[in-house]
């Protein structure tokens, strides 16, 4: 047998380098392929060609290389020719999507992926080190402890961003309408997939609920939420899915069944072979239906996968009105595959269609880098595709990537002194040092002239700096940053978010506009206006 080869044994293909099997290629598989329209000489031809290239590199490198580290890094290079979203999986990676669906982890609480060949961030994660200090949806991670992000992978951020809590990472942010990146030093901590932060009352028996992730624990939590608003008396809902970065399909099917009938679709799918095009449909009977009440569901550019899914059937079926901002449109389909025993795969294998019809997914370069404005419009353009709802309203709804809101509002941009408080923590600074003072402040403190006084001297001993226009200009931003920090410090994490709840254009536009229509047809008929 001549080196390098490719020889038939016993329904195999072998390729053999110097005595050593370097793959063995199942037959079955490469009649698969032929099937699928690939010439067999062209197939066998690359094959040789990597052949070639493993066998010199063993051969000839200066130092004998490791093969398992060549294969791998082979692997990752093929993966990395598809899309941003397939990718190779060690047992390091295979282990994080095992955590990122079930358990805990020490980092910084970010959810990211690859937007224009830079590490952008998709949603902080509620309550931990990243949405303290003020990182946002859209931000660009262009370094990572000095080094660039360029060209990095998502497992490989991971990996950077990971670590023990208490351990610290320094950040490099690029954030559209800030003329030059910022640094942040974040002290990793524990993060908790926790499913629901906050669930309660806002006003007039209203109820909110923020889902900020599709664990596990999604569907039992969001029922166990639903139950306990309407022992409260809740007779309209407000669904949080902004800055959800998704999760697992089958929780995305659960949570959309309590508010679906039994049958309803909720997702289909559709890739290249049969077994990828699939239906699934509402296998119970729903919790909160449309004859409990009216409700409203807010997206965002942070909302993504599993959100959008459950957002584009409950506007579909003409259950919900959708509030907010044009979703992120990550709606392809990932299939984890074992190649070995601690090894795997992960390949885009569909992609998400909702009821009626549109495709979720959105093409990376109709959306550079969080240019918000830009696909906002793109969103009611006459040139976008035009659907019509199921549940008999025949509402339009738009196709060509993420989920449009029936109703938009856009939120307000920080400024630069806004910002800068954010990104340094010094809200949360001040909270720590004025609270363990005033341990003795009611819920209910108003963000007074001494109060302002004490924390323009903490901005002194930092030295931001500032004009006076700057200052009066954020002066009402600068009240609700203080009482939310030190609400948060004295009361707790729910507390600092039913406080802000009070302020958040979305929020508050998606509460008037169920006082006002308090039937659901209604509701949905004021969208479309």
């Not at 001993?461 to 940053?481: L, M, N, Q």
Request: a positive charge.
């Amino acid at each position: 047998m001549e080196k390098g080869k490719i020889t038939m044994t016993k329904g195999k293909f072998l390729w053999l380098l110097g005595g050593v099997v370097l793959v063995s290629l199942a037959l079955g598989g490469t009649i698969g392929l032929h099937a699928q329209g690939y010439r067999m000489d062209d197939l066998y031809s690359s094959i040789q060609l990597f052949n070639r290239a493993f066998h010199e590199v063993m051969s000839r490198y200066v130092v004998l290389p490791e093969p398992k580290k060549l294969i791998h890094g082979a692997i990752r290079g093929m993966m990395g020719t598809l899309d941003p979203h397939s990718v190779f999986l060690d047992a390091s990676g295979m282990r994080d999507i095992r955590v990122s669906t079930e358990g805990s982890f020490g980092g910084i609480g970010i959810q990211i992926d690859i937007r224009d060949g830079w590490l952008t961030v998709i949603s902080p994660m509620a309550g931990t080190p990243a949405s303290r200090l003020g990182i946002l949806a859209g931000d660009r991670i262009i370094k990572i402890d000095g080094a660039t992000t360029r060209g990095i992978t998502t497992e490989g951020a991971v990996s950077k961003l990971r670590g023990e809590p208490g351990t610290k990472v320094d950040i490099t942010i690029a954030r559209e309408g800030v003329a030059e990146p910022f640094d942040f030093t974040v002290t990793r901590a524990r993060i908790e997939l926790e499913s629901i932060p906050y669930a309660g009352l806002i006003r007039n028996k209203i109820g909110y609920i923020n889902l900020a992730n599709f664990s596990s624990k999604s569907g039992p939590d969001l029922r166990a939420a639903i139950r306990e608003l309407e022992d409260q008396g809740m007779k309209q809902l407000v669904l949080d899915l902004r800055n959800n970065p998704g999760g697992l399909l089958t929780e995305a099917v659960e949570v959309s069944g309590n508010f679906l009938k039994k049958g309803s679709m909720v997702v289909f799918t559709k890739g290249r072979l049969p077994d990828a095009n699939r239906e699934y449909r509402v296998t119970t009977d729903p919790l909160y239906d449309a004859k409990r009440g009216p409700m409203v569901v807010l997206v965002n550019q942070g909302s993504a996968s599993a959100s959008e899914i459950v957002a584009g059937a409950l506007q579909d079926w003409d259950r919900a009105l959708i509030v907010g901002h044009t979703s992120f449109g990550k709606g392809s389909v990932q299939t984890v595959i074992p190649i070995a025993d601690s090894a795997g795969i992960k390949l885009t294998t569909a992609k998400y269609y909702t009821p009626s019809g549109r495709c979720i997914h959105r093409d990376n370069s109709a959306w550079q880098s969080g240019e918000a404005d830009s696909l906002e419009a793109d969103t009611t353009s006459a040139a976008r595709e035009v659907f019509a709802t199921l549940g008999g309203l025949k509402r339009k709804v738009y196709g060509g990537g993420g989920i449009a809101p029936d109703v938009s509002v856009e939120m307000p941009r920080l400024s630069r002194l806004e910002t800068d408080l954010e990104r340094k923590g010094l809200f949360f600074k001040f909270s720590v040092r004025y609270a363990t003072a005033h341990a003795e402040l009611a819920r209910s403190f108003a963000v007074d002239r001494p109060m302002l006084d004490e924390f323009r001297k903490l901005l002194a001993e930092d030295k931001v700096e500032f004009t006076a226009a700057e200052w009066d200009s954020s002066a009402g931003y600068i009240r609700r940053g203080i009482k939310r920090e030190i609400v948060s410090k004295l009361f707790g994490e729910k507390a600092r978010i039913a406080y802000w709840l009070e302020d958040d254009p979305q929020v508050q536009t998606a509460v008037s506009l169920l006082e006002k229509h308090r039937d659901l047809g209604r509701l949905l008929e004021a969208g479309q206006k």
